[in-house]
C-alpha cells in the first residue's frame, strides 16, 4: 500500500543511508578508543542491555509497576552506567580490564530496579484488566500453551 510518490521513499531512503553511514564512523572512532572489541561491547552492554533486562523482568512479575516507572528507570539505569563509566575514564573509579564495563552493569542493574520500585509507589497502577498477557501474575495458565498443540501427545510437544 504506497502513500506517497516513489521519489519520497528514494530521497527518505538515501538520507537515512547518510546518517547511518555518518553514525557508523563515529561509532568506528568511539570503538577506537578501546583495547579490543570485546571491552567495547562489555560496556555498551552495561550501558544498554543491564537496565533494559531489569525494567522487563520488574515490569514482568511485579503488576504495580507503571509505564512510567518503566521508562524514568530504564533511562535513569543507563545515565548511571554512563556516569560510572566517565567516573573510570576520570581515574575515581580504577578498575582493571572489564571491571568497569560489569561495574556500569551492576549500577545500572541497581538503580533501574530501585526507580522502578519507587516511581511504581508514586503513580497509579494499571487495572489488572489491562496486565493480562503482559505480568505474570495477571496471565490465566490457560494461556501458558500453544494453541497449535492442542490434541498433539506431550512427546511431541
Known sequence: YQRRVHGYYLKAGRIVTVVATIIAI?????????SNLMDYLQTLFGFFNAPLFATFIVGMFWKRMTPTAGWVSLLGGTFSAIIVFVLGQVGIIDLPG???AFMCAITAFVVDVLLAVLVSLCTKPKPASELVGFVYSETPKEHFHDPR???RPCTLR
Not at 563515529?26 to 578501546?34: H, I, K, P, Q, V
Open 26 to 34: 563515529g561509532t568506528s572512532l568511539l570503538a577506537a578508543r578501546f
Open 98 to 100: 572489564q571491571g568497569l
Open 149 to 151: 498443540d492442542i490434541g
